[in-house]
């Protein structure tokens, strides 16, 4: 068995909160220091509709720049809004100079072209990570680009948790372009150098592909869909999955995982907190770049 993989378990919880509030700490520092060369960075946050969750995730967002130090700008759209006129205020945004970060909440008006919102973001200001130019220097390898909030957050969750990815098996539950994909691309990335597999609605015998993870990614917004039964011992389990059930708020892996695993990412908590704190880094970044 390799050596990274714990093998006596209970599960270590990940407290993605805690390591949230440190990078943003950290980006508060560099935000202090590129505002003494005169730059304020700036979100902006396109919502268009009515969707409680999404005004929580956006107020949630906003509280996160202001503990950054960051400047953030939201523009309220309702939900009968056109692709055309979200675009135009895409445009707005795109020229405007002090904004240095462009997002537009998911999920966007029925029948609104997601990726035609994400391509019409300036690539340099592409903080969640979306556009063909950032994906495509994903595939290539390249880390000049901005990458996907959430991808990037459990990269660092790993990286903190000391756990060794060279050679190890990881399996990805779910292809969303916002997880699964690029969540694949970097952990497969030379560096990280994983071997990583890809699993989804049309694979057959899941569990026992996920039962060989060192590392098991579930993103697929299916309650409790991850049992102990597809669980390796000692492995590394991030749930990304998040649903509202009965009770509460459930991930995609269930409770009785953390009997097996070697460590478990919670919900809430785990995940959620970390993709809020990779978008602090990338608006930061974001600014960095236009201004360098």
Known sequence: MPGYVRVNVSARIVDGKA???????????RVSSLKGQGVAPHLAVVIAGDDPASHVYVRNKERACERCGIISTRIDMPGSSNLEEILEVVSSLNS????????????APDGVDELAIASSILPQKDVDGF?????GKLVQGRAGG???????????????????????????????????MPMALMLAQPGCDASVTIVHSKTE???????????????????HMVGKEWVKKGAFVVDVGISRVEGGLAGDVSPEVSEVAGWITPVPGGVGPMTIAMLMENTLRAAEMQLF
């Open 19 to 29: 390591l949230g509030i440190k990078i943003q700490e950290e980006v508060s520092e």
């Open 96 to 107: 405007d100079p002090n904004i240095h970060g462009i997002l537009v909440q998911s999920p």
């Open 205 to 223: 015998d899941i569990s026992s592909i996920c039962n060989q993870a060192d590392i098991l990614i579930a993103a697929v917004g299916r309650p």
């Open 146 to 180: 901005l990458m996907p909030c959430t991808p990037s957050g459990v990269m660092r969750m790993l990286e903190s948790s000391g756990v060794k990815t060279r050679g190890a098996r990881a399996v990805v539950l779910g292809r969303s372009r916002i997880v699964g």
């Open 131 to 135: 556009h063909p130019v950032n994906l």
